[in-house]
């Protein structure tokens, strides 16, 4: 009883104006971090061979972790500030680069914030505590690398087809020791493996930076 009236205590302080402007305040630094991170991370990242992405890219875990922290509308916002200063710090892939990097990136927090609307609201209960329990962040994080996988296979057909047309036959599937398989065969195959691989280390990360020192518990933000 008394560990839910100071949750409710809590709550009460972090009520109004203080929630929102932690809100932001996280956004902010995690958002302008991410963008500092990708500048000094970006030439040195390894690539994968025949194909024009990394094996991991370290932006996400700052969004994640954003997210996990200071809640839904932070990791919202702090992704969309992280993409569009991307656009300025990273000339040589914007637009396209940092947008596919938000589409990734979303699709993992959507699918979490879809089942908080399912789940029954319990007294006490906060919602970084729902997905901080592990079997419900691997049934999200499972989801949420589905739908990260159609839509950045959907994007990159479309940019395949369109923008980077003259570039398509030369994306091949020498990481898989097949460089005789290119062009859009190699993308449909190669990509959804990528970005699945992607999406374990930007979930995975994320997870042990805030809930391994516990630091959800100290914010108790959300």
């Known amino acids: ?32 971090l991410s963008t500092i991170l990708s500048v000094f991370t970006a030439p040195y990242l390894p690539r994968v061979p025949g194909m024009p992405i990394a094996y991991l890219d370290p932006v996400s875990f700052i969004w994640i972790t954003c997210f996990l922290i200071f809640g839904v509308r932070s990791g919202l916002l702090c992704s969309i500030i ?48 729902i997905i901080k329990k592990p079997k419900n962040y691997i049934i999200h994080g499972t989801l949420g690398t589905g739908l990260r996988v159609i839509v950045t296979l959907l994007l990159n057909y479309i940019l395949a087809l369109t923008i980077y047309a003259p570039f398509i036959a030369y994306v091949n599937l020498e990481f898989l020791g097949h460089p005789e398989i290119t062009g859009i065969t190699a993308l449909m195959i190669g990509f959804p493996l990528i970005n699945a691989w992607q999406s374990v280390f930007d979930l995975a990360v994320p997870y042990l930076i805030v809930f391994g020192p516990k630091i959800d518990e100290k ?3 959300w």
């Open 82 to 129: 992280g993409t569009v200063t991307l656009m300025f710090a990273d000339l040589a892939n914007a637009p396209w680069g940092p947008l596919m990097k938000f589409a990734a990136t979303i699709s993992l927090i959507i699918v979490p914030i879809l089942f908080f609307k399912l789940y029954k609201k319990e007294e006490g209960i906060r919602k970084s505590q």
């Open 1 to 32: 009883m008394s560990e839910t009236k100071n949750i409710e205590e809590k709550e009460a302080i972090l009520s109004g104006k203080t929630l929102y402007t932690l809100e932001i305040a996280g956004a902010a630094i995690f958002g302008a």
């Open 219 to 221: 914010f108790e933000i």
